[in-house]
C-alpha cells in the first residue's frame, strides 16, 4: 500500500507517487484509443456517412427521372389520346362522304328508274284511252247504224260517223 | 478496504485510491486500477465506434445510429467552434471525448475506479491540449499569434492592461480546463459515498439517503456527459484561437 493513502483522510488525487503510473497509463491508453479511432473507426463511419449521402442523392435524382419520365408518358398518352380522336373523326367523315355519294348514286338511280316507269305508264296509258277512243267512236257507229236501219233510216255511213264523231266530241 | 465496521466510519475518498492490480507497490508501469479502467474505456469506445458501426449499412442499427451521432456531433463542434480548416485534428478532439466520456460514465458504475477523477489524468490531457495548441498557434501564425494578447479594438492605452490580463487568462486556461472536470468529478463521486455512508447508519430511515443518492445518480449522469461536451468543446475554443488568433 502507498504509504500517503492509508495515512489518513487526505485526497488520493495528490499522492505524488502514483502519478507516474497515472500518466503512463493514459499515455498508453490515449495511443491506443488514437489509433483505434483515426485509423479504425472514424474512416469507417465516415465512409458509411459518404455512402449513405451519394445513395440518397442518387436516389433523389433516380426519382426525379422517373417523375420526368412520366411526365415524358404522360403527354405521349395525351398525344397519342388525340391523334388517335383525330383519325376516329377522319375515319367517321371519310366513311359519311362515302355512304353519302353511295346513297346520291341509288337516289339518282332510282330517280331515273322511276321516271322511266311513269314515262311508260304514261305511254300506256294515253295508249290504252286512244284505243278505248276508238272503240267507242266504232262501237257508237255500230249502234247508231244499227238504230238508223231498225227505224228503215237509211243513212250513208259517212255523215253517221261525222254526226257520232261530233256528239263524242261534244259529249267529252 | 472500504468497511464499514459500524457507525460513522465514511471513508468517501477510499473510491480513489490507486492501487496495485496484483498487489505490491505502485510503480510507474505496474498494472493498477487505473489501469483496469482506461482500458475499459479504450474496449467501451471501441465496442461503441468500431463493433456499433461493423456492418456499414446504409440503414443503420440501434448501435450504428448512437457511433454516427457522436461522430457527427463532435464533428459539427469542431466544424461550428474551431472553424473548417480546423476539421484535420477531427480524430485527435474525437479520442479526447470518447476518453472523457466513457471514463465518466464508466466510473459511474458502483465500485468502480473513475480515472478522470485524478488531476493527474485530466492535468496531462488539459497541458497536452494547451502545449499543443500554443505551438500549433506559433508554427501557423508566427509573432501574429501573439496578437490574441493585444486586443486591437481597445483604446491604445487599455491594451497593456489588457494584453496582462489576456496572458493571464491563457494561462489559467489548462488549470480551469484540468481542475473543473476532475473537480466535477470527484465531488459527485464522493458526495454519493457520504450518501452511502448515511444509508447503513441511518437504521429505520435509510430510505431517505437512498433517494438522495439516486436522484444524486440521475445528476452525476447528467455531469459525466456535460462534463466531457465541456471539455471537448473548450478544446475546441482553444484551437479557434490558435488557427484564428485575431480578435
Known amino acids: ?172 | 478496504m472500504a468497511d464499514e465496521n459500524g457507525g460513522l466510519s465514511i471513508r468517501p475518498m477510499d473510491q480513489f485510491e490507486v492501487k496495485a492490480l496484483f498487489g505490491g507497490d505502485v510503480s510507474w508501469y505496474t498494472p493498477t486500477n487505473v489501469t483496469l479502467w482506461m482500458a475499459l474505456t479504450v474496449l467501451a469506445a471501441t465496442a461503441l465506434m468500431v463493433l456499433g458501426a461493423r456492418k456499414r449499412a446504409i440503414i443503420p442499427s440501434r448501435g450504428q445510429s448512437a457511433a454516427e451521432m457522436a461522430y457527427g456531433f463532435i464533428y459539427k463542434m469542431v466544424e461550428d467552434v474551431a472553424g473548417h480548416d480546423a476539421v484535420r485534428f477531427f480524430p485527435h478532439i474525437f479520442t479526447l471525448f470518447m476518453f472523457v466520456l466513457f471514463a465518466n460514465l464508466l466510473g459511474l458504475i458502483p465500485f468502480a475506479f473513475t480515472t478522470t477523477s485524478h488531476i493527474a489524468v485530466t492535468a496531462v490531457l488539459a497541458l497536452t491540449v494547451f502545449l499543443s495548441v500554443t505551438a500549433l498557434g506559433f508554427i501557423l501564425n508566427g509573432t501574429k499569434f501573439l496578437g490574441l494578447f493585444w486586443v486591437s479594438s481597445a483604446p491604445l492605452a487599455l491594451r497593456p492592461v489588457l494584453a496582462l490580463i489576456e496572458l493571464i487568462s491563457y494561462f489559467a486556461r489548462p488549470i480551469s480546463h484540468s481542475i473543473r472536470l476532475a473537480g466535477a468529478m470527484m465531488a459527485g463521486h464522493a458526495v454519493a459515498k457520504v450518501f452511502a455512508g448515511f444509508a447503513s447508519a441511518l437504521g429505520a430511515i435509510f430510505f431517505v439517503p437512498v433517494l438522495a443518492v439516486t436522484a444524486l445518480y440521475a445528476l452525476e449522469l447528467l455531469v459525466a456527459v456535460i462534463q466531457a461536451y465541456v471539455f471537448t468543446i473548450l478544446t475546441c475554443v482553444y484551437l479557434r484561437d490558435a488557427l484564428h488568433p485575431s480578435h
Open chain 1, 1 to 172: 500500500m502507498a504509504d500517503a493513502a492509508t495515512s489518513g483522510p487526505g485526497m488520493p488525487q495528490l499522492d505524488l507517487t502514483t502519478f507516474s503510473n497515472q500518466i503512463f497509463w493514459l499515455v498508453v491508453t490515449m495511443v491506443v484509443l488514437y489509433f483505434i479511432m483515426s485509423r479504425v473507426a472514424l474512416p469507417r463511419i465516415a465512409a458509411v456517412l459518404a455512402d449513405r449521402r451519394g445513395t440518397i442523392t442518387s436516389d433523389i435524382a433516380a426519382a426525379e427521372d422517373f417523375k420526368l419520365k412520366a411526365q415524358e408518358a404522360e403527354v405521349a398518352y395525351n398525344q397519342a389520346l388525340a391523334d388517335a380522336r383525330t383519325e376516329a373523326n377522319r375515319i367517321v367523315d371519310a366513311a359519311k362522304a362515302e355512304m353519302q355519294a353511295e346513297l346520291d348514286v341509288q337516289l339518282a338511280k332510282a330517280d331515273a328508274e322511276i321516271a322511266a316507269r311513269s314515262a311508260e305508264s304514261e305511254r300506256r296509258i294515253t295508249e290504252i284511252r286512244d284505243n278505248a277512243m276508238a272503240m267507242v267512236s266504232d262501237v257508237s257507229n255500230d249502234v247508231t247504224k244499227e238504230i238508223l236501219s231498225a227505224f228503215d233510216v237509211k243513212a250513208d255511213a259517212r255523215s253517221v260517223t261525222a254526226a257520232v264523231s261530233a256528239r263524242l266530241k261534244g259529249g267529252a
